[in-house]
């Protein structure tokens, strides 16, 4: 079957295809720069993190593990993009997401009934919530007072992370043991479920997933979706056709920070099972350039996800296998970030310089 | 004899099939302020573009006459070219970076063209030092400012903030800007506009300074009564061509009127207007007392009342920048009326969700920011309207069947173009655009439909063809409210008619046959003065 959900909302063709390609060779092409002044062998490097990502059905599961968060986040990031709103705050709704859960996991779950099929959808469910409530707060800040939300994002997410430290160190979701700033492992039954134990694969990628297509449905093939999209694209004019601007743009801010909760939840209740400080190795921020890279469709997103989630895995193996030092694969990976975000967001504002001519 | 600084030979600017201007003549004299006149769409802007280099011209020649005096033909790529050839222009909407300062605006102006500059303010050699080393000195730009200010006597703090300055102002930094690079002929786009009546006049003193300073000005208004004020000579055009050259003072405000208007207008041909009666008695649109603020809180729209029925157009004739943007926002519901009240089928409804939901159809003035949305596909853009969506979605979910009939049928009824649904409407001509914009509110068969400029950039044919629809509208016995700068237009449709003029709503039914008066109406003039000038 044609998948003709990507038709309706982008043409994909080999053109539009181009930007994506020509940013990932020119980023693989100074990669490979930098290793031959490492002395590394570029070839021997790519061909260890290819297998490493892919190689076999555990590596490729590993890497769909490492995808989830990009692809959650990335979907918070896209969807608010596509309607005109630049939320930075995908990593603070993200960790309060994570804060959330933990509360859950470690407070409320102990008397709730030891059910996996109760505990489970509450507690991402509450962290769902407290996402977008705390995406609300720079919606908020903009439509009553008119705050540029790209400031008070990237601010709410200092507030967040040490929201999470301030919990967990010396505050009251610090372990009972009191050795460490982490909170106490959350109770088994909210644990998400794991599809292929032992394997770290978890319900949280098909969550994700999901979550892509329900989003691409609602953008492009609803009423509301369209209004934030229109809202998005051309204020005055979705303004002049009766579609209000306060409401969608709540509308947008709660969602995408929703996405990003659940994702900082999926993230703690599938694989850390804890909090700790730098829970998140800043996931909300990738995220950007996992939708750019994207063009802002939530179905492409979902293999830029799974290439960044690749890459992550990828450098792994070029490390144990090729002694790449780990500077040199952050060096490689900050590379590849420079070109998403340079290309990308010089072709969307040019895009959008132009429509506005 | 008196040289002429500037001069246009035969010049033609087309735009695909539309002639914007037709081999027009035109010439500038060194110290003269020479008005040029003319409707909306007459030209005006397009000829001074043609000579401030944004556009060039199809056919004819442009020459100019330089600082050292020698004379060539100006062959402008862009505003750079004209700007090096002494060549200055205030856009009617201002140029300027909000956040900076005038000394900093000034400079910016400066720095974008090297030559000229030196004769421009020799008296003060801090520019040279600064431009040979691309440093910017703060004190060196409040020099220049300062010096610039004294010399023609145009007083502004340097250190100020543009944002902080009135419209007056920020006028007073444009034409410095212009003079920083030693303008000698300054185009001034409806400097008047935005300017009070006091401000005007401390403008006027500033014009005939420049004039004494040997500097010529070409002066664009719809005023008429500011452009015999100010003006030595007058230029009507009319619908691109040439139509009138004259000394200021040798026809009167009525004759100029006819000029620019042109009489030719009462055979305008009325086909398939057919005399409905209003039958109901109860009114459709009804404002009473209504006043609005306009973007800078002045007021845009004083104490207007009148009533609209259903089976009838409603026109209101003016000129731009009257009001009539703001009285129609405020009807939509789009702008907040401090006093008075709209009321709609009897029930006021407030916020333009409400009045859309009452079946209200909006055609804006400005299609480019409020009537499409320049990413959407023509099918998106066909659906902005909350009552086609509606009409579209069943459960929130947009029938994509419904959806695509309904593009296509609209598609080909209003014969947009490209034919093709997924089009963005980026890469639309403005008049596909509209098209859009008509298909979508006409379609519905709105009870009331309101439309600003309606065929503004429309071909013969598609102006036509909306002409239709709305008598059609009229036929169905719905209310139409028409405001338009297109005299031509208003007259061919109304059934009734009014002109709005320095937001004021005047009845002027009765004078649909005059013309002349109707010309004074729109230039400010009222009954009364009209009456006074017959009588005398």
Known sequence: MKLNVINISDKINIRWLATPVIILASAFVTNAIIMLLCNYNPLEAYQAAVSGAFGNGRKFGETLVKSTPFLITGLSVAMAFRCGIWNIGAEGQFLVGALTATWFGTKLAPIFPQSPWVAVPLCLGFATLAGGIWGLIPAILKVARGVNEVISTIMLNYVALHLVSMMIDGGPLQETAQRGPQSDRIVEWVFLPRILPPHRIHLGIIIAVVFAIILTFVLFRTAFGYQLRAVGEGAAAAEAAGISIVHNTLRVFFISGALAGLGGAIELTALTRRLFLNFSPGYGYTAIAVALLAKLNPLVTVAAALLFGALTTGSYSMQREVGISDKVTLVMQATILLFVIGYSSVQLFRKRASSHS | ?536
């Open chain 2, 1 to 536: 004899m008196i040289e002429s600084i500037l001069e246009l030979r035969n010049v033609t600017k087309t735009f695909g099939d539309f002639v914007a201007v037709d081999s027009v003549d035109f010439e500038l004299q060194a110290g003269e302020i020479h008005a040029i006149l003319g409707e909306n769409g007459a030209g005006k802007s397009t000829l001074m573009n043609l000579i401030y280099g944004l556009y060039q011209p199809t056919a004819g020649r442009i020459y100019v006459t330089d600082r050292e005096n020698w004379r060539y033909r100006l062959r402008a790529k862009s505003p750079r070219d004209s700007i090096a050839s002494g060549i200055g222009m205030v856009h009617q909407h201002f140029m300027l970076i909000e956040n900076l300062t005038v000394a900093e605006n000034i400079a910016l102006s400066i720095g974008q063209l090297r030559t000229g500059v030196a004769k421009s303010v020799s008296e003060n050699g801090a520019y040279k030092e600064w431009l040979r080393k691309f440093l910017f000195k703060k004190e060196d730009a409040i020099h220049i400012t300062e010096a610039l200010s004294e010399r023609f006597g145009l007083a502004v703090d340097p250190s100020a903030l543009v944002r902080s300055l009135s419209v007056g102002l920020k006028q007073r930094v444009e034409i410095l800007k212009a003079l920083a690079v030693d303008a000698r002929i300054l185009i001034l786009d409806e400097p008047t506009a935005v300017l009070s009546p006091q401000e005007v006049e401390g403008f006027f003193t500033i014009l005939r300074k420049l004039q004494a300073d040997g500097r010529a000005i070409i002066f664009i208004s719809h005023k008429m009564k500011e452009v015999l004020d100010i003006s030595d000579r007058i230029t009507v055009l009319r619908r691109g061509k040439k139509v009138y050259l004259g000394k200021t003072g040798e026809l009167t405000a009525r004759e100029l009127a006819r000029e620019m208007i042109g009489e030719d207008i009462n055979e305008v041909e009325r086909s398939n207007r057919t005399d409905v009666e209003i039958e109901s008695s109860d009114s459709v649109l009804q404002l009473s007392n209504l006043t609005v603020l306009g973007d800078r809180n002045e007021i845009a729209v004083a104490d207007v009342s009148m009533e609209t029925y259903g089976g009838e157009i409603v026109g209101i004739a003016g000129v731009d920048g009257n009001g009539q943007r703001e009285l129609a926002e405020a009807i939509m519901g789009l702008r907040h009326a401090p006093y008075g009240s709209v009321s709609i089928l009897g029930a006021n409804p407030k916020g333009i969700k409400a009045v859309r939901q009452r079946g209200v159809g909006y055609i804006p003035e400005d299609r480019q920011t409020t009537g499409v949305i320049a990413e959407f596909s023509i099918t998106e853009n066909l659906l902005l309207n909350v009552t086609h969506l509606d009409n579209l979605t069943q459960w929130n979910i947009l029938n994509q069947k419904k959806k695509r009939e309904t593009a296509a049928q609209l598609i080909t009824d209003y014969d947009i173009r490209p034919p093709v649904a997924d089009t963005p409407a980026s890469s639309l001509s403005g008049g596909n655009q509209q098209k859009i914009v008509i298909a979508r509110e006409i379609s519905l068969h709105p009870d009331l439909l309101v439309a600003v400029n309606p065929t503004r950039g429309l071909d013969v044919n598609a102006a036509r063809y909306v002409h239709e629809n709305l008598l059609a509208q009229r036929d169905q016995k719905k209310s139409v409210l028409l405001i338009s700068t297109e005299l031509d237009e208003v007259l061919l449709l109304s059934d009734r008619l009014y002109v709005m003029s320095r937001g004021k709503l005047i009845e002027a039914t009765a004078q649909r046959n005059d013309i002349e008066a109707l010309g004074m109406l729109m230039t400010g003039e009222t009954h009364r003065d009209i009456r006074d000038s017959l009588e005398s």
